[in-house]
Structures are given as structure tokens and as C-alpha cells.
């Protein structure tokens, strides 16, 4: 039998072999590795890379990670103790799989530094409190549900509400910064992987990127491995100084083929057939996200989470929005109604969001906030045709201007600053006027760098009022 020059090179510096004495697809049991710790990274004899995950009587039983064809009376050695990755910036701009091979050539990297997979969360002691947001070039997100660096906000919603459309723009918005995105492609369709790189590649972002990916004909254990070895290689940016976004795309998938991996593993099912383990699962490794308080870096995590029918009572939706601090709710109904991006705004939350507003940003968000709550109750008055007070028409007038600023295209990225003065603009105008709000788009991306350096709102929202 063909042994690969690792497992050979591990057997000559004397590590312990077993035999493969059983196999039922990725799960392997195995003798002859009695003293192997549990976590432990063997290597068969043809190259395949396996996990320890239970110790038997007479017996281990591992995770196969590469490969559901290991055959009976392979051997296998112990690499390590724990599960490693590569990191480094050898890694940015690359596609690898969990293992950190890259999906380009099947190579593994090479990194001069390697990180724990299961790695514990940063204590208390050496977080710093989170106070600088993090702008997603969304104007509807940044006004109403802000993100915070360090924060852990989910994206959720039905398949083709607009989560992936969401997380690009939120990737391809931190180009002119340093920010280091990493990219969790979980349980994923390969033309799905092709599709994000093509966008990525179109905006010249992957260079600081690195995505980390497994498709659906992957072993589940593979799958399962994804998001921890992503975050392996976002937490060594962020100790290297770098602030970080992660994106787990998706932990509903994750969640599946940890079920599946549990019922075939035996373990005892709970709700939905899910283990009861899976809370802690989900938990253990959004709790990693924070900001440090040793150099002020923030690794913020954006888990994703699929919610059919627009369900998000279900079991994986409701252990999500218990660990994170606010959630991005995408609905098939404002889909449906026209409204992109389809943001739920009565169901989507940000529960830090203030902790990074200005003075003037709080102002003008508390008053974009009361005159939607104005305009969704004027909207009743208006169902009936009755004829309605000055007021009611006001308040109609601007929630429409506020919604339609809200809309934006795929391509579309709009700057916390623009952001800002266009809506001071609609407050200020009162709905005395038609506004022409791509105009006024335009226009305050023309002058930027005036009101960047003046700060005077008032002054460009009356420029931008007297443009329609």
C-alpha cells in the first residue's frame, strides 16, 4: 500500500500507529492508539487527515476529515495532540479549505506560524469595551441598526431574501481600510463559492480577504471543522493588530451536518433532533469575537442564519439572537413589496448601537426612528382614503423620502457622512418639497470632503434641499 512521505516521516520519528479496523463513511475506528488524547490529528497511510473524537474500551474512534473512502486495514499515526491551521498573511487573497490547503492547487500553505482550531475566547480581563462602528456602506443598517466593531450581529432571513447581497456590500465597504475579512463559506454549492469570488475579484477586495471554504460534497466533518479554523485565522490578524470582520456563511447548515455527524455518532438528540451540545457549539465560538484591550483591535463575527418562511422562532434562529448582541432580519414580505434591501426594521435590532454614535448622528437617528414610527401609522389613516390633517401628509411625505433613500442597488454603497446629511436634509425639508433623492446621492458624494472637514450638516442638507 502507497504511504505518503508525512505518514512515513511521522512513523520514522517513532509517533504511535493504529490500524483501521472499522469504517462507516467519515467515521473510523481504529486500534493501536490506546494513549492518544481526545482532539488528537492522525494521518493515514494514503495522506487523509483524520480527528480523534472518542476513546473506547479497545478502541478510538476519529473523525475522517478528507475523505468518507478510508479503507479497512489502513494504518494511521498521530501528528498532534490538537487540531492547528496555518495563519499569516501568506493566507490573504488565498481560497483554502479547513485544513488550509488551497482549493487552487490542493497545496497545503505554507505559514511560519500555526493556531488552535478550538482555541478558548479572550477572558474579560482582556477586553475593552466596544464604542467605534463599523460602516457597512448600507444606509438603512448603519442609520437604524448600526455595527460595532467587536460586535456580534446575525444576518438572518429566508433563502433569496438578500444575506448574500448584504454581506458583499458589507466585505467590498471596508476596501479603503485595513481591515483583514475572513470569509466562512460553509456547506456551500461550489458555483455559490464562484460567484462571491467573482464579485470580490471585480472590487478588489480578496487581497485582504481570506476565504475559507467547504462545499456540500465535503465530509460533514469538514464542514463541521469550517468556522473554527476561520476563526483561527481571523484571531491571529487581530493579536497582529488588525482589526477583522468574520462572516459565517451559514451557521444553519453548520448546525445540520453537526446533526447529522451527532446521530450517526450516537449521541443522545434533543429538540429538532439537534444535540444538546449545539447552543454551546455556536456559543464557544461567536464568544471568541470582542475587542482587545492590549492593542484596540476588534474581531467582529457576523453569523448567518437561514429562517424558512420567515420563521425566526425555530430552534438554530433563537440560540442566534440569545448569543449575539442584535440581528439584521431580511423578509421575503418587504422583498416582495419592493423594498432593497429587504430589512425588517421592526424585527432587526443592534443592542450596542448607541455605545458609537455621535451627538449629531443620535440626533438625527432618534428623529429618522420617531418619523417612521409616524409614517407606519399615518399609512393606517391613508388605507381608508379619508381625507387627513397637514400632519398626517407630513409625516407620509417623509417616510417616503426616508424609505427611498433606503433603497439601494446591489453596487450601491452609500458613507456614513453622506449618509448623514441626506438624512438631515428630508428632516429639515419637512416634506415642503419633492425631493430628488439619487440627485441628492450624487451630490453629497460630490462634496464629501467639505462636509468631511466641516461637519456643518445643516449647511450641505440645505444645499441638498435646493437641488429639487
Given at each position: 500500500m502507497l504511504q505518503s512521505k508525512q505518514f512515513k516521516k511521522l512513523v520514522d520519528d517513532g509517533?504511535?500507529?493504529g490500524e483501521v479496523v472499522a469504517v462507516d463513511r467519515f467515521l473510523v475506528t481504529l486500534r493501536g492508539l490506546d494513549n492518544a488524547p481526545l482532539g488528537s490529528v492522525i494521518v493515514f497511510n494514503d495522506g487523509n487527515i483524520g480527528l480523534i473524537k472518542e476513546a473506547r474500551e479497545d478502541s478510538i474512534l476519529a473523525l475522517s476529515v478528507t475523505t468518507e473512502n478510508i479503507l479497512l486495514g489502513q494504518l494511521a499515526v498521530i501528528k498532534d495532540n490538537s487540531f492547528k491551521i496555518g495563519v499569516g498573511d501568506e493566507?490573504?487573497?488565498?481560497?483554502?479549505?479547513?485544513?488550509?490547503?488551497?482549493?487552487?492547487?490542493?497545496?497545503?500553505?505554507?505559514?511560519?506560524t500555526q493556531r488552535e482550531v478550538f482555541a478558548e475566547a479572550p477572558s474579560i480581563m482582556e477586553r475593552s469595551s466596544l464604542d467605534e462602528q463599523l460602516p457597512s456602506g448600507i444606509a438603512v443598517i448603519d442609520t437604524l441598526f448600526s455595527i460595532i466593531q467587536g460586535q456580534r450581529i446575525a444576518v438572518m432571513g429566508d433563502r433569496k431574501a438578500g444575506k448574500t447581497s448584504i454581506l458583499t456590500r458589507l466585505s467590498i465597504n471596508q476596501k479603503p481600510t485595513d481591515r483583514v475579512i475572513i470569509y466562512a463559506l460553509i456547506g456551500k454549492q461550489k458555483s455559490e463559492l464562484e460567484l462571491l469570488l467573482q464579485l470580490f475579484k471585480k472590487h478588489g477586495i480578496l487581497d485582504q480577504m481570506v476565504v475559507v471554504s467547504s462545499n456540500i460534497m465535503d465530509p460533514l466533518p469538514a464542514q463541521y471543522l469550517t468556522p473554527y479554523s476561520a476563526c483561527a485565522i481571523a484571531e491571529h490578524f487581530w493579536n497582529e493588530g488588525r482589526?477583522?470582520?468574520?462572516?459565517?456563511?451559514?451557521?444553519?447548515?453548520?448546525?445540520?451536518?453537526?446533526?447529522?455527524?451527532?446521530?450517526?455518532?450516537?449521541?443522545?438528540?434533543?429538540?429538532?433532533s439537534y444535540s444538546s451540545d449545539i447552543?454551546?457549539?455556536h456559543s464557544s465560538l461567536l464568544e471568541r469575537a470582542g475587542k482587545l484591550k492590549s492593542n484596540k483591535k476588534s474581531l467582529t463575527?457576523?453569523?448567518v442564519v437561514v429562517t424558512p418562511n420567515n420563521d425566526i422562532t425555530g430552534y438554530?434562529?433563537?440560540?442566534?439572537?440569545?448569543?449575539?448582541?442584535g440581528q439584521i432580519f431580511l423578509d421575503t414580505?418587504?422583498?416582495?413589496e419592493g423594498m432593497r434591501p429587504a430589512v425588517n426594521v421592526g424585527l432587526s435590532v443592534s443592542r450596542i448601537a448607541e455605545r458609537a454614535w455621535t451627538n449629531t448622528q443620535k440626533n438625527i437617528i432618534d428623529e429618522v426612528s420617531e418619523r417612521l414610527v409616524a409614517y407606519r401609522e399615518a399609512k393606517q389613516f391613508a388605507r381608508f382614503g379619508a381625507r387627513f390633517s397637514d400632519k398626517i401628509e407630513e409625516d407620509l411625505i417623509i417616510g417616503e423620502q426616508i424609505y427611498e433613500f433606503f433603497q439601494q442597488s446591489p453596487e450601491e454603497l452609500i458613507g456614513l457622512v453622506e449618509q448623514q446629511v441626506i438624512l438631515q436634509a428630508i428632516l429639515m425639508n419637512k416634506g415642503k418639497k419633492k425631493l430628488d433623492i439619487s440627485k441628492m446621492k450624487e451630490r453629497a458624494n460630490n462634496?464629501?470632503?467639505?462636509?468631511?472637514?466641516?461637519?456643518?450638516f445643516s449647511k450641505y442638507a440645505e444645499e441638498l434641499i435646493n437641488l429639487g
Amino acid at each position: 500500500m502507497l504511504q505518503s512521505k508525512q505518514f512515513k516521516k511521522l512513523v520514522d520519528d517513532g509517533r504511535s500507529v493504529g490500524e483501521v479496523v472499522a469504517v462507516d463513511r467519515f467515521l473510523v475506528t481504529l486500534r493501536g492508539l490506546d494513549n492518544a488524547p481526545l482532539g488528537s490529528v492522525i494521518v493515514f497511510n494514503d495522506g487523509n487527515i483524520g480527528l480523534i473524537k472518542e476513546a473506547r474500551e479497545d478502541s478510538i474512534l476519529a473523525l475522517s476529515v478528507t475523505t468518507e473512502n478510508i479503507l479497512l486495514g489502513q494504518l494511521a499515526v498521530i501528528k498532534d495532540n490538537s487540531f492547528k491551521i496555518g495563519v499569516g498573511d501568506e493566507l490573504l487573497g488565498k481560497i483554502v479549505d479547513p485544513l488550509g490547503h488551497s482549493l487552487d492547487d490542493n497545496e497545503l500553505i505554507n505559514t511560519p506560524t500555526q493556531r488552535e482550531v478550538f482555541a478558548e475566547a479572550p477572558s474579560i480581563m482582556e477586553r475593552s469595551s466596544l464604542d467605534e462602528q463599523l460602516p457597512s456602506g448600507i444606509a438603512v443598517i448603519d442609520t437604524l441598526f448600526s455595527i460595532i466593531q467587536g460586535q456580534r450581529i446575525a444576518v438572518m432571513g429566508d433563502r433569496k431574501a438578500g444575506k448574500t447581497s448584504i454581506l458583499t456590500r458589507l466585505s467590498i465597504n471596508q476596501k479603503p481600510t485595513d481591515r483583514v475579512i475572513i470569509y466562512a463559506l460553509i456547506g456551500k454549492q461550489k458555483s455559490e463559492l464562484e460567484l462571491l469570488l467573482q464579485l470580490f475579484k471585480k472590487h478588489g477586495i480578496l487581497d485582504q480577504m481570506v476565504v475559507v471554504s467547504s462545499n456540500i460534497m465535503d465530509p460533514l466533518p469538514a464542514q463541521y471543522l469550517t468556522p473554527y479554523s476561520a476563526c483561527a485565522i481571523a484571531e491571529h490578524f487581530w493579536n497582529e493588530g488588525r482589526d477583522c470582520v468574520i462572516v459565517y456563511d451559514d451557521l444553519s447548515n453548520h448546525a445540520k451536518a453537526y446533526r447529522e455527524m451527532s446521530l450517526l455518532l450516537r449521541m443522545n438528540p434533543g429538540r429538532d433532533s439537534y444535540s444538546s451540545d449545539i447552543f454551546y457549539l455556536h456559543s464557544s465560538l461567536l464568544e471568541r469575537a470582542g475587542k482587545l484591550k492590549s492593542n484596540k483591535k476588534s474581531l467582529t463575527a457576523v453569523p448567518v442564519v437561514v429562517t424558512p418562511n420567515n420563521d425566526i422562532t425555530g430552534y438554530i434562529p433563537t440560540n442566534i439572537i440569545s448569543i449575539t448582541d442584535g440581528q439584521i432580519f431580511l423578509d421575503t414580505d418587504v422583498f416582495q413589496e419592493g423594498m432593497r434591501p429587504a430589512v425588517n426594521v421592526g424585527l432587526s435590532v443592534s443592542r450596542i448601537a448607541e455605545r458609537a454614535w455621535t451627538n449629531t448622528q443620535k440626533n438625527i437617528i432618534d428623529e429618522v426612528s420617531e418619523r417612521l414610527v409616524a409614517y407606519r401609522e399615518a399609512k393606517q389613516f391613508a388605507r381608508f382614503g379619508a381625507r387627513f390633517s397637514d400632519k398626517i401628509e407630513e409625516d407620509l411625505i417623509i417616510g417616503e423620502q426616508i424609505y427611498e433613500f433606503f433603497q439601494q442597488s446591489p453596487e450601491e454603497l452609500i458613507g456614513l457622512v453622506e449618509q448623514q446629511v441626506i438624512l438631515q436634509a428630508i428632516l429639515m425639508n419637512k416634506g415642503k418639497k419633492k425631493l430628488d433623492i439619487s440627485k441628492m446621492k450624487e451630490r453629497a458624494n460630490n462634496m464629501l470632503s467639505d462636509i468631511e472637514a466641516t461637519k456643518d450638516f445643516s449647511k450641505y442638507a440645505e444645499e441638498l434641499i435646493n437641488l429639487g
